[in-house]
Each structure stands twice: as structure tokens, then as C-alpha cells.
């Protein structure tokens, strides 16, 4: 099976930064893309960034140019560093991957969340 565990989030004022980290492992054969979402308290799940395993990346607009979404491939991990925070991108962040296992069984797994809080 594949376990994400994701780590990074914490307590930070408006304009600073965090660096997210979403760590695979398990029978994994190949990783095709890594997602990062977030949920805010009473909003809907929603899509922050995203990656495919060519290095090809897509943002929410509310994100763009102050957030990148990066992997590395020996290391199974992939990142989301986050600058300029402001108090709305407080939420609980999840990265989503998805790829082959060893035995050609597509996975889709979710972490289990980790929290970032931006104070004004």
C-alpha cells in the first residue's frame, strides 16, 4: 500500500512563509502527479497546485506567484513552498498523489492533513 505523511504547517504571520512536504512511500512503481489542496473551516475542499511527473505545474489563481509546487523523484517527496501568507490561506493542507504500485495498481492516496495558520 502507499502512505503519504505530510509535515511543515504551523503558525505564521501574514508575509511570511512555510515550506510544506508530502513524503510517499510503499510499493510504489511510479508516481504520475502530486496535488496539493487545502480546506478552510466550513469551506469546500479546493485545488492549490498541482504536478505532473514531467514538472508540469497549474495554480489557483488566488495562489499564483506566491506559492510553487515542486518533487523530487528519488526522494518520493513532493513540496509546496508558500510565501507571502495572508490570513486566508489558513487551513488544513492535503497533498494528494497519485501513480502506479509495483503490481500496476493505479493508487490514488491522500495524506492526512497538516495545518497552516496565518495570523494577521
Known amino acids: 500500500q502507499v502512505q503519504l505523511v505530510e509535515s511543515g504547517g504551523g503558525l505564521v504571520q501574514a508575509g511570511g512563509s512555510l515550506r510544506l512536504s508530502c513524503a510517499a512511500s510503499?510499493?510504489?512503481?511510479?508516481?504520475?502527479?502530486t496535488a496539493w489542496y487545502r480546506q478552510a473551516p466550513g469551506k469546500q475542499r479546493e485545488l492549490v497546485a498541482d504536478?505532473?511527473?514531467?514538472?508540469?505545474?497549474n495554480y489557483a489563481d488566488s495562489v499564483k506567484g506566491r506559492f510553487t509546487i515542486s518533487r523530487d523523484n528519488t526522494k518520493k517527496t513532493a513540496y509546496l513552498q508558500m510565501n507571502s501568507l495572508k490570513p486566508e490561506d489558513t487551513a488544513v493542507y492535503y497533498c494528494?498523489?497519485?501513480?502506479?504500485?509495483?503490481?500496476?495498481?493505479?493508487?490514488?492516496?491522500w495524506g492526512q492533513g497538516t495545518q497552516v495558520t496565518v495570523s494577521s
Open positions: 494528494k498523489t497519485d501513480g502506479r504500485t509495483t503490481t500496476w495498481v493505479p493508487f490514488s492516496s
Open positions: 510503499g510499493s510504489i512503481l511510479s508516481i504520475t502527479s
Open positions: 504536478i505532473t511527473s514531467s514538472g508540469v505545474t
